[in-house]
């Protein structure tokens, strides 16, 4: 692949360090890779230049939750839900219904789309999980097809007890012969560790079950009211509780004294009219915050990191610097991708060539310009997407 050097940057996030920005820099690309980053007078030579006039430039979005492989939709619920219904987990089951009775290439050309739609968006790095199939059968089959476009897949089994299954039951196939199964084709275990889906000690055993088999772990936790899941993420050394929608202190306490990220998850929280996560306590207490979209049919149907972002500022009291850290290198903190060769959500010599330029002079356009469409360019490990 040909060298890139990017030249004209307006301002320039590369998380390479905690806080702040820089102007006059120039960045150079090379294959898949960064090779340089540092004044533009003393850019090196490249095959390719590209001036961006004044543009900023920030690292591809890292989006570390989403579910996109799945069939049909439920907007009958979404418009139940904003008649006044109450958002339950039991809506899981009928994506799972139209899921499994989906084709391998309808299921793969649905995630192909939404994959494209996140790119163009300006996101470089995505994680996507299975949960919609929850048989050995078509648990397998999401995870090789998500293995073929996402990044990083997650098997999600223990997402909802199917219909008319005995839930230890169920629990007992998840970490058997599924987990088996799986452990092949993913590098993460999640469990939606919550009232109506799965409680601590199931968690428990689907997680501990998952580390024996050497995958990441991941949970679900804290979306709809207070509960065990940030604590049991913290305990068993997980990578990143996701959703903190409703955390005591003890969990914040709990998270600032752990390696675990707190994943905010916000456009799920308005489609489901929940309180949006405190934002400002979790990084006032040190915790690690990331923001990802959570893209999926049931609860959160959009792949648009900058309205994460947009939203995390303008309603959750972070700052500029912190939602868009949070949507870059804390996902890739989630992931546990955040440092050594072919990092993402950084610009620095050796990380992944993931680079986002806005059609805007600084990344504070994204909540100052909010719902205005602001990718320029992208370029996802070194390819030029936009």
Not at 93 to 115: M, S, W
Not at 328 to 350: F, H, K, N, S, Y
Request: aromatic share 4%; charged share 20%; proline share 4%.
């Amino acid at each position: 692949m040909a060298s890139t050097v990017i030249t004209g940057i307006g301002e320039l996030t590369t998380n390479a360090e905690e806080t702040g920005t820089r102007t006059g820099a120039a960045l150079v690309l090379d294959g898949d890779r960064v090779a340089w980053v540092g004044p533009e007078a003393e850019a090196p030579e490249a095959d390719t230049r590209v001036d961006v006039g004044g543009r900023a430039v920030l690292p591809g979005w890292v989006d570390s939750h989403t579910h996109l492989l799945f069939a049909g939709d439920r907007t009958s619920e979404f418009a139940a839900r904003m008649a006044g219904e109450p958002y339950r987990a039991g809506g899981i089951a009928v994506t799972v219904e139209e899921t499994r009775a989906a084709t391998d290439v309808e299921l793969a050309e649905n995630l192909r789309r939404h994959v494209a739609e996140a790119v163009a968006q300006g996101t470089t790095c995505l994680e996507t999980k299975t949960g919609y199939g929850l048989t050995v059968a078509d648990e397998l089959r999401a995870a090789k097809l998500a293995a073929t476009e996402v990044d990083e897949v997650t098997f999600l089994g223990a997402h909802l007890v199917p219909p008319g299954q005995d839930a230890d039951d169920y629990v007992d196939l998840v970490c058997g012969e599924m987990l088996d199964a799986l452990a092949p084709h993913a590098g993460w275990c999640d469990v939606f560790c919550e009232q109506g889906a799965f409680g601590a000690e199931q968690s428990r055993r689907v997680l501990q079950a998952a580390a024996k088999r050497g995958l990441g772990l991941r949970v679900h936790g804290n979306q709809l009211g207070p509960g065990p899941g940030a604590r049991l993420a913290v305990e068993l050394g997980a990578a990143s509780v996701d959703h903190c929608t409703h955390l005591e202190r003890s969990d914040v306490e709990a998270l600032a004294d752990s390696d675990t990220v707190a994943t905010l998850l916000p456009a799920c929280d308005l489609s489901t009219r929940q309180p949006l996560p405190d934002a400002r306590a979790l990084l006032d207490a040190g915790v690690t915050v990331a923001l990802a979209s959570n893209c999926n049919p049931g609860s959160s149907y959009t792949s648009s990191m900058a309205f994460c972002v947009t939203t995390a500022v303008l309603q959750m009291r972070m700052s500029v610097d912190e939602a868009v850290r949070a949507a870059t290198w804390g996902g890739a903190r989630a992931l546990r991708r955040e440092e050594g060769d072919g990092a993402v959500g950084v610009l620095c010599p050796g990380a992944r060539a993931d680079v986002h330029v806005l059609d805007a002079p600084s990344a504070a356009w994204l909540a100052y310009r909010p719902g205005v469409p602001l990718t320029h360019a992208v370029w996802r490990a070194g390819t030029r997407c936009t």
